[in-house]
């Protein structure tokens, strides 16, 4: 039997499905501004570059999270989709919502 490959790897880290890596990050907002949110993006790209994965993307950012789209944007990724109207935004209401995508191959 094949063997599996791992559906989650440490917290806030990708969850890894077939050639991409699925991530996700977040920092407590006492700790934020220090590159905590960057620190892990890298290790998990790292980490998903280690175990054969080609690329990483973000499933769904609302396109109303401003400091994650500048973040992942610094760090690489690029939107390549949009679901209309995806994400009920508690002040703004129904918002959009962006897939982020990087390949990780150099
Ligand atoms: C987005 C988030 C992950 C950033 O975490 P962080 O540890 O503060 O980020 P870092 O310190 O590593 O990086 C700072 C960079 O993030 C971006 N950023 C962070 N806060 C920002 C803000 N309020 N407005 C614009 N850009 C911002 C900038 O690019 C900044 O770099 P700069 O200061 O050179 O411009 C954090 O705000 C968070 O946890 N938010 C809530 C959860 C969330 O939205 N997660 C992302 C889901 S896709």
């Known amino acids: 039997m094949t063997p599996r490959r791992p559906t989650a790897v ?5 969850a890894c499905v077939g ?3 699925g991530a996700s990050a977040g920092a407590r ?7 905590l949110a960057t620190a892990m993006c890298e290790h998990s790209q790292a980490i998903a570059r280690s175990l054969g994965y ?17 973040l992942w944007n610094k760090l690489g990724f690029a939107s390549v989709g949009r679901l209309p109207k995806a994400f009920n935004h508690p002040a ?6 962006l897939v982020l995508y990087k390949w ?3």
């Open 54 to 70: 080609k690329a990483m993307q973000f499933n769904f950012v609302a396109s109303s999270n401003e400091a994650a789209i500048k």
């Open 10 to 14: 440490p917290s806030r880290a990708p």
């Open 19 to 21: 050639r991409d890596a």
């Open 104 to 106: 990780l191959e150099t």
């Open 29 to 35: 907002a006492s700790a934020r501004g220090r590159g």
């Open 92 to 97: 703004r209401g129904y918002v959009d919502a």
